[in-house]
């Protein structure tokens, strides 16, 4: 069986172009989209991934600040800072940064931020609209994973999609979207008994649980599409997804990698929402 890996900076890359034409077209009429993000507190991981927000952005032309707040800083502080964004005619895209600090409401924060700047598609009235078919800002990574199976032609109507994983960010929605398709959608999570019955049915997995090749070629059919959205950071400092990837070469279909895989959809996905905000809003 020959295994073809799906690359996400490959697709990143494409669709990027395009967005440069949307944001030469908007410039023109005197619109500079403009994305802010909000990061709380010192991990590690989100100040890179913030980083590399801030970084594409700019590569493309749209305008990003970064708003960095000390790890105490109260709910009601944060919710402050929303709303001047919330009213500021020059942002088009407020994003905060996951995850919070436990003192603060996730929930709270999220619902604060407007619908028509919620580029992160994490507010309930996004939500609710993409459950129920429309159009909506969809979550950056469920969005750029649909994007990449397209782009590699994988037909999903009628597939047997398996996700693993049921968090608000990638797994509820990516089994929305997939429906929306016409799959046949399982969701799998932690309190799953016999994961791996479910697993090896699947035409298509999706692996979004965050534990180190969790999933191993005895889990996965012969000939499957394999979407990994793990990013584990070992302490060699070398980043690993949710799927032993070398067992899957030659026994699966497709696969994303890890780097390289779903990570630069995620962001690509983010700078397409940030210019659709910047169209609907000027
Ligand atoms: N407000 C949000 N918070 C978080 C989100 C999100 O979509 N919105 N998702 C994750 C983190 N994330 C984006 O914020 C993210 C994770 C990973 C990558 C990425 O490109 N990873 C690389 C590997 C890492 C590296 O090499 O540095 C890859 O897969 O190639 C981008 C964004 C949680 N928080």
Redesign the pocket.
């Known amino acids: 069986m020959s295994t073809t890996i799906m690359y ?1 900076n490959t697709v990143a890359d494409y669709i990027r172009s395009n967005l440069t034409e949307d944001i030469r077209s908007l410039k023109e009429q005197g619109v500079i989209p403009k994305l802010t993000v909000i990061i709380i507190g010192d991990n590690p991981a ?1 100040k ?2 913030v980083r ?2 801030k970084k594409a952005a700019e590569k493309i032309g749209i305008t990003s600040d970064v708003i960095e707040l000390p790890v105490n800083t109260s709910e009601q502080q944060l919710l402050n800072h929303i709303e001047t964004l919330n009213e500021d005619s020059s942002t088009h895209g407020t ?5 919070l600090p436990d003192h603060i409401n996730e929930k709270r924060v999220l619902d604060a931020v407007s619908p028509e700047k919620d580029v ?1 598609g ?1 507010h309930p009235i996004n939500v609710g609209r993409l459950s129920i078919g429309q159009e909506a800002f969809y ?3 469920p969005y750029g994973i649909m994007k990449l199976l397209h782009y590699y032609q994988v037909p999903v109507a009628k597939k047997h999609v398996v996700v693993v994983g049921r968090s608000n ?1 990638v797994g509820k929605p990516i089994g929305q979207m997939l429906l929306n398709e016409d799959a046949t959608v399982t969701y799998c999570h932690s309190k799953t008994d016999n994961l791996n019955e479910y697993t090896k049915q699947a035409d298509i997995l999706i692996v979004a649980v965050g534990k180190a090749e969790l999933i191993k070629k005895k889990d996965v059919k012969k000939g499957a599409v394999v979407v990994d959205v793990g ?1 584990t950071f070992l302490e060699t400092g070398k ?1 690993v997804g949710d799927v032993a990837f070398d067992e899957m070469i030659g026994h699966v279909s497709f696969i994303t990698p ?7 959809m ?2 690509t996905m ?1 700078l397409s929402n940030t210019i659709q905000a910047a169209k609907r809003l000027s």
Do not use: M
């Open positions: 996400g989100s890179t991934y590399i927000k994003l905060i940064q996951l995850p992160d994490f979550p950056c990574t960010i990013n980043v890890v780097p390289k895989g779903v990570g630069p995620t962001i983010l």
